[in-house]
């Protein structure tokens, strides 16, 4: 019989899902700042996530297999009631938003990763059948995200970390916070990435979609813009 307080080996996936409604759901004025501080914010999650899950589930120190486009994928040792106490909690967080992230893990004593993988597929999908409910009252979390200044943050600074909530900081989850950081202290850097790059005109301001779209009609080009 195995030890309530045993410590096994796991793979574990976060999966952040309802991105594509949450980004564009945007008014058109100033698109392109709304669409990039999104764009960030949910990219920033799968490293809330890193951030959360390593800080209660260091030791031995989790092995990061893929962190990008809304997916983490990882190894950390861990007990397993404990595990799925602090899966409920991360999801706690966003229980009153659109974007939600889908967790689920298998055990990982094994070096089979491709069948560990398949496995977790299979029960990743499931679980994106039992989203939790919340009946608690509304109280606006990222709707009051002011995503104009994650953009400036963005285009001014080389680098991010999380760190423990600052109530100055813009996006938080949890007790942590994001942190747009200088050179020097860098944790995440931008660095070779689009993550922070945008149009900007010769005074260094950002440059909207109606703009570059006039810029093309003044050539002769239609005024549209595609991708």
Not at 6 to 28: A, E, H, T, Y
Not at 44 to 55: P, V, W, Y
Not at 65 to 90: C, P, Q, T
Request: with cysteine; proline share 4%; glycine share 6%.
């Amino acid at each position: 019989m195995e030890n309530n307080h045993s410590v096994n080996r796991f793979l574990l996936k976060v999966d952040i899902s309802g991105i594509q409604n949450f980004i564009f759901d945007i008014p058109s004025d100033e698109a392109s700042k709304n669409l990039k501080g999104r764009s960030f914010y949910v990219y920033s999650l799968t490293h809330f996530a890193e951030t959360f899950f390593g800080q209660h589930f260091s030791l031995p120190p989790p092995e990061i297999i893929f962190n990008g486009g809304g997916n983490l994928l990882m190894y950390l040792s861990a007990n397993e009631e404990e595990l799925k106490k602090k899966i409920d909690e991360f999801q706690t967080y966003f229980l009153q938003c659109n974007i939600y992230p889908f967790i689920a893990y298998v055990k990982a004593d094994d070096d089979e990763f491709e069948m560990q993988n398949r496995q977790l597929g299979i029960l990743l999908g499931l679980e994106k059948f039992k989203r939790k409910l919340n009946f608690n009252a509304f109280e606006p979390s990222i709707d009051n995200i002011k995503w104009d200044e994650i953009s400036k943050g963005l285009k001014e600074s080389k680098a991010f970390s999380i760190r423990e909530r600052n109530k100055n900081d813009t996006i938080s989850v949890g007790n942590l916070s994001l942190a747009f950081v200088e050179e020097g202290k860098v944790t995440m850097p931008f660095e070779n990435k689009l993550l922070n790059k945008f149009p900007l005109n010769k005074n260094g301001n950002i440059i909207d979609f109606d703009e570059i779209a006039q810029k093309a009609s003044s050539r002769g080009a239609d005024e549209k813009l595609a991708a």
